[in-house]
Nanobody, 115 residues
Framework: QVQLVESGGGLVQPGGSLRLSCAASGSIFSIYVMGWYRQAPGKQRELVASITSGGRTNYGDSVKGRFTISRDNAKNTVYLQMNSLKPEDTAVYYC?????????WGQGTQVTVSA
């Protein structure tokens, strides 16, 4: 009973930055894991970053040092700050939440990195 809505995607030049937002609504639980996944054309969906309700973060190898996941508990929102973007980062980015044994997905937001 959680709905996730992503925003912030768009077109950006290589080396640029974007910040994605994922707002959660509905039944919000105190214990959770939220993350960002991405899926590029012809590739498998992969983990980009995750954050737990305890504040632990994890990153995929391809984005370490460039992306940062954060949260605003008051707004029930998770952010993904993406810096030094590369064309290889082009994908649909999906917000994910796991809580109370359920997995929720957002609708996805397109990120395109191109000159």
């Amino acid at each position: 009973q959680v709905q996730l809505v992503e925003s912030g995607g768009g077109l950006v030049q290589p080396g640029g930055s974007l910040r994605l937002s994922c707002a959660a609504s509905g039944s919000i639980f105190s214990i959770y894991v939220m993350g960002w996944y991405r899926q590029a054309p012809g590739k498998q969906r992969e983990l980009v970053a995750s954050i737990t309700s305890g504040g632990r973060t994890n990153y995929g190898d391809s984005v370490k040092g460039r992306f940062t996941i954060s949260r605003d508990n008051a707004k029930n929102t998770v952010y993904l700050q993406m810096n030094s973007l590369k064309p290889e980062d082009t994908a649909v980015y999906y917000c994910n939440r796991v809580s109370e044994g359920y997995i929720y997905w957002g609708q996805g937001t397109q990120v395109t990195v191109s000159a």
